[in-house]
Each structure stands twice: as structure tokens, then as C-alpha cells.
Nanobody, 123 residues
Framework: QVHLVESGGGLVQAGGSLRLSCVAS????????MGWYRQAPGKQRELVAT???????NYADSVKGRFTISRDNAKNTVYLKMNSLKPEDTAVYYC?????????????????WGQGTQVTVSS
């Protein structure tokens, strides 16, 4: 079983910064893509940023130039540095690990989600 645990959320004023972390634990062999998604009240979950194990990063247009995603493959950890935060960034942020291969499921790939961390940006 794979577990994802996010941390780093909180309350910040507009223009401030936060850094989210997500650690994936379990008998993990590899993770293809790690990413961050968010869901604001009354809205659908949306992509924020993704990062493959060895490729280029991908960002939602709304966060380009303000957010930076990175990962540490050795630690199965993904980070999201958020600068110049805006009230519209307020949401629950979820970590995703996609294409996860474990010792028990070498020939199958699975996707996992964290439980989310709240980010609130005040104006």
C-alpha cells in the first residue's frame, strides 16, 4: 500500500509564499509522474503542476511564473513552492502520484492521492 502525506499548507496574506511537501511511502519502486492539484469550494479539482521522473514540468496557466514544482526521486517527495499568492489560490491542495510501481505490483501501475492540505490566502 502506498500513502501520500502532504504538509505545508496554512493561512497567508496575499503576496506571500508557502511551500508544500508531499511524501510517498510504501514499497515503491518508481513513480512516473508526481503532481499537485487543487479544489476550491464549489469548484472541480484542477491541475496545478506536474513533474515526470525525468522530463519537463507542466503548469496551469494561472500559476505560471509564480509556482515551482520540484521532486526528489530518492525520497519519493514532491514540492510546490508558491510565491505571490492570490486570494484565488485558496483551495485544498492535493498531491498525486501517478504510474506508481511497487514491489508487490511490478507489472501494474497505479495512481494515488493524498488527503489534501488547506491553503488560504487572505486579501
Amino acid at each position: 500500500q502506498v500513502h501520500l502525506v502532504e504538509s505545508g499548507g496554512g493561512l497567508v496574506q496575499a503576496g506571500g509564499s508557502l511551500r508544500l511537501s508531499c511524501v510517498a511511502s510504501g514499497s515503491i519502486v518508481s513513480i512516473n509522474v508526481m503532481g499537485w492539484y487543487r479544489q476550491a469550494p464549489g469548484k472541480q479539482r484542477e491541475l496545478v503542476a506536474t513533474i515526470p521522473s525525468g522530463g519537463y514540468t507542466n503548469y496551469a496557466d494561472s500559476v505560471k511564473g509564480r509556482f515551482t514544482i520540484s521532486r526528489d526521486n530518492a525520497k519519493n517527495t514532491v514540492y510546490l513552492k508558491m510565491n505571490s499568492l492570490k486570494p484565488e489560490d485558496t483551495a485544498v491542495y492535493y498531491c498525486n502520484a501517478d504510474g506508481v510501481r511497487t514491489i508487490a505490483t511490478l507489472n501494474r501501475l497505479y495512481s494515488y492521492w493524498g488527503q489534501g492540505t488547506q491553503v488560504t490566502v487572505s486579501s
